[in-house]
C-alpha cells in the first residue's frame, strides 16, 4: 500500500470504527454510512477522497478492514469498532479447535488474573493462524502468541463471530481456556 493510501485506510478506520463525529457524520446502528455522505464529510475535512479512490483503498485494504452495501452505496468496518451502539448483525459461527491471540508481557499479569477482556473494543479478536497473532502482538513489541481453546469454549456456551474479514470475535475468553507455553 501506498503511504497515502495507508493514511487514508487510517483516516477511514478512525472515522468507521470510532470516531464518526470528527467529520459530523453519524453510522446506523449497523455501523453505515451512505458513501455519498462519507466523501463529502471528508473532502470537507481536508481528505481528498473521490468515489474511485475510496473504491481502490477498499479493495487493496490489507485486511480488508472495510465493505460496500450490496448495493454499493454505504460502506462500513467489518470490524474493530469501539463505538458501543454498532451491531455488525453477524450470525453466530462455530470456531476451529484453537484460535490464537497476539499481546504482549506487560499484559499478561491482567490476563492470567481476568482472561482476554474486550478492553475499548466490542470484542476479543482472535484469529485462525499464528502468524497473524504475531503481527497483532508486533504491534506492542515482542509479541506473546496465546493459545485459545475455542472448541472448548463453544461447547461450554460461549458464542463466536467470524467477521466478514476473516477476524474471530467473542467477548470474554477466561483464562482457563488459554495456553500460553
Ligand atoms: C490486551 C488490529 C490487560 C490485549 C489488530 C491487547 C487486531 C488485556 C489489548 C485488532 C486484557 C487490547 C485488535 C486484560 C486483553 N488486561 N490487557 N484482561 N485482555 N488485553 O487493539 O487484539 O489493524 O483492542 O491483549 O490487528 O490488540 O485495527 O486489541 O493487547 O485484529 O484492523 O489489551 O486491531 O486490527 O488492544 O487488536 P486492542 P488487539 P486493525
Redesign the pocket.
Known amino acids: 500500500m501506498s503511504k497515502s493510501l495507508k493514511a487514508q485506510s487510517k483516516f477511514l ?1 478512525l472515522v468507521l470504527r470510532h470516531n464518526p463525529e470528527k467529520i459530523g457524520i453519524t453510522l446506523d446502528k449497523n455501523g453505515w454510512v451512505k458513501v455519498v455522505d462519507l466523501l463529502n464529510a471528508a473532502n470537507s475535512h481536508g481528505q481528498h477522497i473521490n468515489q474511485s479512490r475510496l473504491i481502490e483503498i477498499v479493495e487493496t485494504n490489507d ?1 480488508k ?1 472495510f465493505s460496500f452495501s450490496d448495493d454499493g452505496l454505504r460502506i462500513r468496518a467489518n470490524q ?1 469498532h469501539s463505538i458501543k451502539h454498532i451491531d455488525l448483525g453477524l450470525e453466530s459461527s462455530s470456531p476451529p479447535d484453537v484460535l490464537y ?1 497476539g ?2 508481557d506487560r ?1 499478561m499479569v ?2 492470567r488474573e ?4 474486550k ?3 466490542q470484542h476479543v ?1 482472535l484469529s485462525a493462524d499464528e502468524k497473524t497473532a504475531i503481527k ?1 502482538g508486533q ?2 513489541g515482542k509479541p506473546i502468541v496465546l493459545s485459545v481453546d475455542a472448541k472448548k469454549m463453544a461447547d461450554a456456551g460461549y458464542v463466536f463471530y467470524l467477521s466478514e474479514n476473516g ?1 474471530w470475535l467473542t467477548d470474554h475468553v477466561p483464562w482457563a481456556f488459554i495456553r500460553d507455553e
Open positions: 478506520s485486511k478492514r474493530g491471540h499481546t504482549v499484559f491482567e490476563i481476568d482472561g482476554l477482556k478492553m475499548s473494543r479478536h497483532v504491534r506492542r477476524v
